[in-house]
């Protein structure tokens, strides 16, 4: 018998100063029994750091792996294609053949994954916009576990996100990495 998804309730107020987005959303998201705290955190995130009218998460998570974890798309194709984690160069290559823009959201180091990547076959890779995001944060967030009710601020000002959860305040610079760049050194 397969373990059913768990689901959670994310709340988060969104003023993204740097792209003129503010919003108030309230989230059903179904976690996986396979998918860990942290790529959840990272979903939520990207989906906030991302987000724009329109766009939506898969309603499957990861139970379905062909899907981005959120996405834009109307009948003409998809326009944006957000991945959480490190996936590889065919899955980026066919993200950015069918997206306008493809942003990658890593939750882990990235170094290990770009230095894989060097020299593989991307359409458009320097198009790719990469994220990582910090793993102290993450683990900030996990505290104790995942609620199955969450409530977030986050601010983007300037290049950096400021997140309040549970009356705690964090702060991280939001540097993008290159796929097409050599990665940065540790």
């Known amino acids: 018998m397969a373990l ?15 792209r003129a987005v503010y919003a108030s959303i309230d989230l059903r998201v179904a976690r996986h029994a396979s998918e860990t705290a942290r ?10 750091l991302f987000y724009e009218e329109g766009l939506e998460l898969c309603a499957e998570g990861i139970a379905h792996p062909e899907d981005p974890a959120a996405y834009k798309r ?3 194709g998809w326009h944006v294609w957000l ?20 942003v990658v959201v890593v939750h882990t180091d990235p170094v290990p994954w770009l230095r894989e990547l060097q ?3 991307i359409h458009k890779a320097e198009g ?12 900030a967030l996990i505290g104790k576990g995942v609620e199955r009710q969450e ?13 309040e959860h549970g009356g705690v305040h964090h ?16």
């Open 151 to 163: 409530s977030i601020n986050v601010t983007v000002s300037e290049g950096t996100l400021y997140l």
């Open 171 to 186: 702060t991280m610079e939001l540097k993008r990495l290159s796929l097409v760049e050599p990665p940065p050194t540790a």
């Open 83 to 102: 991945e959480v984690g490190t996936p590889s160069a065919e899955r980026l290559h066919k993200a950015s053949k069918a997206s306008g823009h493809v």
């Open 128 to 139: 790719i916009e990469v994220l990582p995001l910090d793993v102290a944060l993450l683990d």
């Open 39 to 48: 790529h959840l955190w990272a979903r939520m995130l990207g989906y906030c």
């Open 4 to 18: 059913q998804p768990t689901l959670h309730r994310f709340r988060a107020e969104i003023s993204d100063v740097d």
């Open 74 to 76: 109307d009948a003409s």
């Open 119 to 121: 020299g593989q076959r």
